[in-house]
């Protein structure tokens, strides 16, 4: 009889210990989520109010007590945050097999047994934790943005890092990445420990489209800027940081693909930890972009920076229109033949209400708690009339490289290569060329940026969008040619826009005047002419209108 007993007791004790086990683990997964949630929640409210401008402190140790207590605050929560993520991986696992057997268990009690349904659980079993695994071992290769430069190709350059990081009291970084493009950016690389010990490679890249356009005042507090991220530290955490929010989205795509995603309890609990963790690391991201800025603007002035800010932000949105305006000349048979010098042109000939339209879209957006760079009007106003103690340098910033045009030149060549191999991978084909001075070129690529502002602009319903898009048409018209097949869907939107308008007349005229543009092409598909007919067709008359 003891013996029976104590097999019972013995039975029982397991199965507290089955059943308790991934309880145990589930709470303690719930209650990390929960305080990780509350403490990135209440740090996320209370600290862009805590960093005013006349705070001037530089560095880490130069803060006030508050902003230290901030600071260790901070850090707790998204180390804390960030390690639950590794100690909830054995969890899931076990969370996984306890969910999965807890419901066959429950199908065996039923009269009838669900044998598919029973398929459908151990399926989502097995893909479940097939999908942690994935996630957490899968790596995603980190391709080098652009070459790196050599100190011969910018001896002065070189010697504005050293100068830069004697002001952050860092060390300077250990390779310069260049490209086109508009990004200016620092990040630490190398294994995770190496990285998190301080000993991770230094790499700035740099983007000539933004840097043609500062004075090396304004470039050198960019860096600044940049070399604050490395004196506050952020940039040791930020790739394992990275790393976790990438194995934590692959992990929710693989249980997704392995089925029946909604029954697994760890994808819930990994859909709602990313959110949890991306806030966090979003305020966290936000607090260390001010105390960037403001370590510039004590270097090098303010107003400075937040020129070198605005300038930026609108060469990026002027790069990426010029990107634009380029497939289009290609297309009109007037390929650019230099990347920048049309994104010149693009910048000078932007309309002033697309130019309005643009700085409140860049400067005067809304913010929310996963954004991780606070607004940048917000940004400039904070450092507005801070002094700074470096001399003023108002030289372009391409004086600091030893052969600025022929490097320039090889990085907008690179770039037009791969747009033209993109734009032929995905089948538009080059139109013919056609041979054109460079100044009727610039004026089309003029008349193509308007059409774009203004075809922007109609889709936010902007009152000026359509006398733009008008003129746009009519310029695009007088500078490709009157015939050009470019025209026709120009000419059907733009008819459409009348329609909208009621100007009955002038949307017939330009169909018709597309159609006549597709009939004049010896190798025209009727059906094309058909279809513009149709359109024709309905528009209404003003008989019908009135009626």
């Excluded at 943005?145 to 890092?161: I, S, T, V």
């Excluded at 270097?299 to 002027?318: C, I, P, Q, V």
């Excluded at 089948?427 to 060329?433: F, N, R, T, Y």
Aim: some cysteine.
């Amino acid at each position: 009889m003891s013996a029976w007993v104590f097999l019972l007791l013995e039975e029982q004790h397991r199965w507290r210990l089955i059943v308790g086990i991934p309880l145990a683990m589930a709470l303690f997964l719930g209650l990390g989520l929960l305080f990780s949630w509350l403490a990135g929640r209440a740090l996320s409210s209370a600290q862009l109010g805590q960093l005013q401008t006349d705070h001037q402190h530089l560095l880490r140790e130069e803060q006030t007590a508050s902003e230290r207590r901030v600071d260790r605050c901070y850090s707790v929560v998204l180390w804390f945050s960030s390690l639950l993520f590794y100690v909830a991986v054995p969890m899931m696992v076990v969370l996984t097999l306890a969910a999965s057997g807890a419901l066959l268990l429950a199908m065996t009690q039923m009269p009838v047994i669900p044998l598919k349904l029973m398929l459908i659980v151990m399926l989502a079993c097995i893909g479940g934790i097939v999908g942690i695994f994935r996630g957490l071992f899968i790596r995603d290769s980190q391709l080098d943005e652009g070459r790196a430069l050599k100190r011969e190709e910018a001896p002065r350059l070189f010697a504005a890092l050293e100068e830069v990081a004697t002001i952050a009291k860092s060390r300077e970084v250990d390779r310069v990445l260049i490209d086109a493009g508009t990004g200016i950016g620092v990040s630490e690389r190398g294994g995770r420990l190496r990285v998190l010990l301080g000993g991770g490679e230094r790499v700035l890249r740099l983007g000539m489209g933004v840097v043609r356009r500062l004075t090396v005042s304004e470039f050198k507090s960019i860096l600044a800027h940049e070399y604050g991220h490395f004196s506050h530290g952020e940039t040791r955490l930020t790739p394992i940081i990275g790393r976790i929010q990438a194995q934590m989205v692959r992990t929710v795509h693989a249980i997704q693909e392995g089925g029946w995603a909604i029954i697994n309890p760890v994808w819930w609990f990994l859909r709602a930890y990313f959110f949890v963790h991306l806030r966090i690391t979003a305020g966290h991201g936000r607090r260390r972009e001010l105390l960037a800025d403001r370590m510039s603007a004590l270097a090098y002035g303010g107003d400075t920076f937040g020129r070198a800010l605005t300038k930026a932000m609108e060469s990026s949105d002027a790069f990426s229109r010029s990107l634009e305006v380029a497939a289009r000349l290609r297309a009109t048979g007037r390929p650019t033949k230099d990347l920048f010098h049309t994104m010149d042109v693009v910048a000078r000939d932007t309309p002033p209400a697309f130019q309005t339209f643009l700085r409140e879209r860049l400067f005067s957006r809304a913010v929310d708690a996963y954004d991780s760079h606070p607004p940048a009007a917000e940004r400039i106003e904070r450092v507005t009339g801070l002094s700074g103690h470096r001399p003023v340098e108002d030289d372009s910033a391409l004086t600091l490289f030893a052969d600025a045009g022929t490097l320039t030149a090889e990085l907008g060549g690179e770039l037009l290569s791969t747009l033209e191999n993109t734009l032929a991978g995905q089948g538009h084909e080059a139109a013919a060329p056609v041979d054109v001075t460079d100044a009727e070129r610039d004026r089309l690529a003029a008349a193509l940026a308007l059409h774009h502002a203004a075809v922007v602009l109609g889709e936010h319903q902007h009152p000026a969008a359509y006398p733009l898009l008008q003129e746009s048409v009519g310029r695009i018209e007088e500078t490709a040619g009157e015939q050009h097949p470019y025209l026709v869907p120009l000419l059907t939107d733009l008819s459409k826009l009348h329609v909208e308008h009621e100007a009955l007349e002038a949307a017939r005229q330009a169909l018709q005047r597309a159609i006549a543009i597709v009939q004049s092409r010896p190798d025209h598909v009727p059906h094309e002419v058909d279809a513009l007919n149709v359109l024709l067709s309905e528009i209404p008359s003003h008989e019908s209108r009135t009626t």
